[in-house]
């Protein structure tokens, strides 16, 4: 194959198989680096942009889909000054907006949107963890400002945010709980958070946690009714962060108790590019925390290669007999 050309997986109609197919290698712009992209991410929501499912993610198809990557500069753009050629990186830099994702060989990425890859990661855990890590950070930091001694329950802490988000606030020094079922929940005890069986009684366990006040700090990574129990679950005075706040809710529980709530949306500075470099300074804080063995991604054990995509997301899903992901899924590209 030549040079100038690479291949990327298409899904070219809505719930339409993974094609592959021979593209141009793009050049990169200003302000972009050209990635060999060497593993590429999964997560639930590449699988509703596949399905048609996600109209925010503004992803018409045919599409080469994939938001996370990692992989190593092999060419830069006009006025570059954060990587050169042959630093690996990793990003949540792409599949949505119209953008060619990182299901393929090769991807131009805004530099912004980019941080060195952590040094102790295989490509394939590095892959799994912008995404995740952006949106823990946006809901814990940016919103909530999460501070040493707090209480902080989160909601699904052994999901993909949930289990970066509970390595987050415990690197900040909080007393950590999280809510999962069946055996996640020992992942959550390994983690060091307290465990706490999400088919319990919302009351019962902030009776047992909290002395009936009710947790400081709540992140809902799950949505829905589990969102409504946050509000039960929050203290007063307490704050409330939800990266699936879809659906009509009840504030009056927040507002009984003064507290507050904010939403996450990942997608928007790569859909209305705004705000893209804090993305990459995010992604720098977490090399950090990758380095001094606070984070680490719980990566499923499965091996799947571009041609294998179809299998993967099945297995992101459960779906067609695939056992669902425990961890997140990689995709090695060669």
């Given amino acids: 194959m030549p040079t100038s050309s690479m291949i990327a997986a298409v899904v070219e ?24 992209i060497e593993a590429s991410g999964t997560n639930p929501l590449d699988t509703k942009i596949r399905s048609g499912q996600a109209p925010h993610a503004r992803q018409p198809l045919p599409a080469t889909l994939g938001m996370d990557l990692s992989g190593t500069v092999v060419a830069l753009g006009a006025g570059i000054d954060r990587f050169q050629v042959g630093d690996t990186v990793y990003g949540f830099a792409g599949g949505v907006g119209g953008r060619q994702g990182s299901h393929a060989q090769y991807g131009a990425f805004d530099e912004r949107l980019l941080a060195r890859k952590p040094a102790s990661l295989s490509m394939q855990a590095a892959s799994v963890l912008p995404l995740v890590v952006i949106t823990a950070w946006e809901g814990l930091v940016d919103r909530a400002q999460v501070k040493a001694g707090q209480t902080v329950l989160i909601q699904g802490g052994a999901g993909g945010v949930g289990q970066v988000a509970v390595q987050i606030a415990l690197a900040r020094g909080a007393k950590v709980f999280a809510t999962d079922f069946g055996d996640d929940l020992d992942y959550v005890r390994a983690m060091g958070a307290v465990a706490i069986d999400a088919k319990r009684d919302v009351a019962s366990y902030v009776a047992e946690h909290t002395d009936g006040q009710g947790f400081d700090l709540v992140y809902d990574t799950v949505g829905g009714p589990v969102l409504d129990a946050s509000f039960e679950a929050v203290r007063r005075f307490g704050h409330v962060v939800s990266c699936l706040g879809w659906g009509t809710h009840k504030l009056a529980p927040l507002s009984f108790k003064q507290a507050t709530y904010s939403g996450v949306f990942t997608l928007q500075p790569l859909i209305a590019d705004e705000g893209r470099a804090h993305f990459g300074d995010i ?19 499965r091996a799947f290669a571009l041609e294998d995509l179809g299998p993967a997301y099945d297995a992101v899903l459960g779906t067609n007999g695939a056992p669902r992901q425990r961890g997140k899924i990689a995709i090695t590209i060669s």
């Fill in 13 to 36: 109609e809505e719930n339409g198989p993974f094609v592959l197919r021979e593209r141009a290698r793009p050049e990169p712009a200003p302000g972009q680096v050209l990635v060999r």
């Fill in 283 to 301: 992604l720098d804080e977490a090399r950090k925390l990758v380095e001094t063995g606070k984070l680490s991604p719980r990566l499923d054990p």
